[in-house]
């Protein structure tokens, strides 16, 4: 089981972990939401539960609780800058399709 973080998303967490002493890691999850019924979540960890799995790359520790992990396990996460937005970029091998607008996403089981 694994997360990969490209070089802009690892840069991204970084910022955001310098600037919040306090934070542990990054957690990724999903939650129930949006047209396709999940979106992802990306926030400052401040603890790591006993059910979390905990990835670290290049000195960020990315952490997923166990309930989600089926669902985005082997995800790819990016940062992308187009103008004046920015946000971070999911690629899901378990999404078996997304909304129109890309802010959530379907899965076999749940299909």
Do not use: H, W
């Not at 103008?83 to 909304?99: I, K, Q, Y």
């Amino acid at each position: 089981m694994t997360i990969q973080l490209t070089t802009a998303a690892r840069q991204r967490m970084q910022d955001f972990l310098a600037k919040e002493p306090a934070a542990c890691g990054v957690r990724f999850g999903i939650k129930r939401t949006g047209c396709s019924g999940f979106g992802y979540t990306v926030d400052l960890a401040t603890s790591v539960a006993g059910d979390d799995t905990v990835f670290e790359q290049d000195g960020v520790r990315l952490i997923v609780d166990r309930k989600a992990l089926p669902f985005v396990d082997g995800t790819e996460i990016d940062f992308q800058r187009q103008g004046l937005n920015a946000a971070f970029v999911f690629r899901n091998p378990n999404a078996t399709g997304e909304c129109g607008c890309g802010e959530s996403f379907t899965v076999e089981a749940q299909a």
